[in-house]
């Protein structure tokens, strides 16, 4: 069987998931290619253990990011399984590339085992989806669902310069306010509610995740209720699936789609004040506190270690 | 003398493609393998499309064209249909047909099909829907009818023969401009949306809805090259331990130390 990966990019830099793909499409096993969009991170790629040949693909068109232009160059070079990253642009990339070569795609799995057997999360987490492909497709990986592989690769490395029709312009970057990291790409996250009482507070939440190396969440009521906190910071249902090591929520009480995003953590921390909060039933270690008693003794606690 | 702000040159139609989706406050169960789509207790047109719906409805109003509201489903998500519009929405196509063992193949041929019948070349829809947040539809069918693909979009309003948008992007936000055919997939907005006031409610209930089939469509939609084999509940988590007061904190970390390993 022939995989082929689309690396993810980060920048001018190779991202970390594309690894994670290539420790999923090992399990797999078969022949790997890896396709390195504008040639970004070719030669990292082709030390990624497993991958036999890497493919740098230069061309005008990825100087900006038109999921049909670089489709177009792609689709003829992806043969087999196609694997990418859940990310928004590895979704998109994906679901044209899959349109072009006429086959299915399906997005955002949390495994895959022998026969193509795939699973992922439906409704959000609130039910599980097991399926199988009849044959060639496009699929999209959750970060950090997958184990990374190594990088002790020697893959041949070959440079295609193909360029296609760029039909989105790009008049103005916009570079986000503050470098805070992203709750999806995060091992580990501390969330707060409305239970926080007021959005200047979340600068506690920061300084708790800034002793752990953390990324701050919120949830939907937070994000509905202040204007200071983004809809990118929003974890659940209407906003991302995360499965970080460590979650930590601060005053959320756990409402449903709240849960259907962050459930499937690896551990779960909750605190609250209110003791028959739905979000103790998924926690690991429930506090009931409130959070100007609690935060303070967190982050000196964590500063310890 | 009635005055027409509309642009005489301009006879483009706009679609927006709504999927009815169980309300994200719905309580999803399994039954026999599959999601009890009978015991959902509220269905709702799927977040992310109603932002998409706004801004088609706002390009409506700046005279970028007539607006038609299409989806593909079972019979039930005529409803949302009426609801959109109760809201300004000119016509509205249903494709009728269960799609809940569809691949993403066989829907977006369904879709690319519709937007043909109703001659659409300037496409809104959400970025997923939220039953199986994939995100797969806007983008492969912008590659089937050839249309520029815009995810993440946040706004979007007409730019002189095109389109202007504000787009997500990994390092923050890009405008963007396009012109026709394109696609827009809507990330959630900054803007309010739109409720139905009573006016919008007679109105909308006077509208007929065109519904077809698939076939109707010319579209045979083949096999599905992906089988489903379950559906099963997520796994139920043992129950956690519980510790009350803020000086159970210092146990806590050590525990997320010791026991679990994460810290």
């Known amino acids: 069987m022939n995989i082929t990966i689309i690396a993810e990019t980060s920048g001018n830099q190779l991202h970390s998931v594309t690894s994670q793909l290539a420790g999923a499409a090992g399990s797999l096993g078969g022949t790997i290619t890896l396709l390195c969009p504008g040639g970004v991170g070719e030669s990292e790629a082709s030390e990624i253990s497993g991958v036999s040949k890497v493919v740098s693909l230069k061309g005008d068109c990825f100087s900006s990011f038109d999921s049909g232009a670089w489709s177009a160059v792609m689709a003829p070079h992806c043969e087999g399984v196609v694997i990418a990253s ?11 590339i899959a349109s072009k070569l006429g086959v299915p795609v399906v997005q955002d799995l949390t495994e895959i085992g022998q026969d193509l057997k795939m699973t992922r999360s439906i409704y959000s987490g609130k039910a599980v989806e097991t399926f199988t492909a009849s044959g060639s497709c496009v699929i999209t990986l959750r970060q950090n669902a997958f184990e990374s592989a190594g990088s002790d690769g020697n893959a041949e490395l070959i440079t295609v310069d193909s360029t296609s029709e760029v039909s989105v312009a790009v008049k103005e970057a916009m570079a986000k306010a503050g470098e805070r ?15 926080m009482g007021d959005p200047a507070n979340f600068s506690h939440l920061n300084e708790v995740a800034d002793v752990i190396g953390a990324a701050v969440g919120a949830s939907r009521a937070a994000v509905d209720s202040w204007d200071e906190i983004p809809h990118s910071m929003q974890v659940g249902q209407t906003g991302k699936t995360v499965n970080p090591s460590l979650y930590i929520a601060v005053g959320i009480s756990g409402a449903i789609q709240h849960l259907a995003g962050m459930r499937s953590s690896k551990y779960i921390v909750a605190i609250n004040k209110d003791p028959d909060a739905p979000i103790f ?3 690991d270690y429930g506090i009931v506190a409130t959070w100007e008693e609690a935060l303070p003794s967190l982050k000196e606690e964590l500063a310890k270690l | 003398m009635r005055i027409y702000s509309r642009n005489v040159r301009d006879t483009m139609t706009i679609a927006v493609l709504l999927k009815q989706v169980p309300d994200t406050t719905a309580k999803i169960t399994v039954s026999e393998g599959r999601v009890d789509q009978g015991s959902v207790s509220k269905w709702s047109t799927s977040p992310y499309d109603e932002y998409a ?11 970028a064209g007539d607006l038609v509201a299409i989806t593909c489903g079972p019979s039930r998500s005529s409803k949302m249909l009426t609801d959109a519009a109760a809201v300004g929405v000119d016509s ?11 691949d993403s193949k066989q829907i977006q041929s369904i879709l690319a099909a519709a937007i043909k019948h109703c001659g659409a070349d300037v496409i809104l829809c959400g970025k997923q829907a939220a039953d199986t947040n994939s995100g797969s539809t806007g983008p492969g069918l912008a590659s089937l009818i050839g249309a520029a693909c815009v995810g993440m979009v946040s706004e979007v309003s007409m730019n002189g023969d095109g389109f202007s948008a504000l787009r997500g992007s990994p390092s923050g936000n890009e405008r963007v401009v396009v012109s026709k055919p394109c696609l827009f997939a809507f ?14 409610i007679m109105m909308a209930k006077k509208k007929v809805i065109e519904t077809v089939s698939p076939g109707d469509l010319g579209v045979d939609i083949g096999e599905s090259g992906i089988k489903i084999q379950a559906h099963d509940s997520p796994p139920e988590k043992p129950p956690g331990q519980k510790f009350e007061g803020a000086e159970s904190v210092p146990t806590v970390v050590a525990k997320l130390r010791e026991e679990a390993n994460v810290i």
Do not use: C, F, W
Not at chain 1, 88 to 96: D, H, I, K, N, Y
Not at chain 1, 181 to 195: F, K, W
Not at chain 2, 187 to 200: C, S
């Open chain 1, 86 to 96: 859940s990310s928004p642009t590895g979704r998109e990339l994906a679901s044209q």
């Open chain 2, 92 to 102: 509205m196509l249903h494709v009728e047909a269960d799609t809940s063992e569809m």
């Open chain 2, 53 to 63: 719906l706004e801004y088609a409805l706002q390009l409506k109003e700046s005279g």
């Open chain 1, 181 to 195: 990291l992203d709750v999806s790409e995060a091992d580990i996250i501390i969330s707060g509610g409305r239970g």
């Open chain 1, 281 to 283: 039933g998924v926690a």
């Open chain 2, 187 to 200: 990330d959630k907005a900054g803007t309010e949306l739109r409720r139905p006031n009573v006016k919008g």
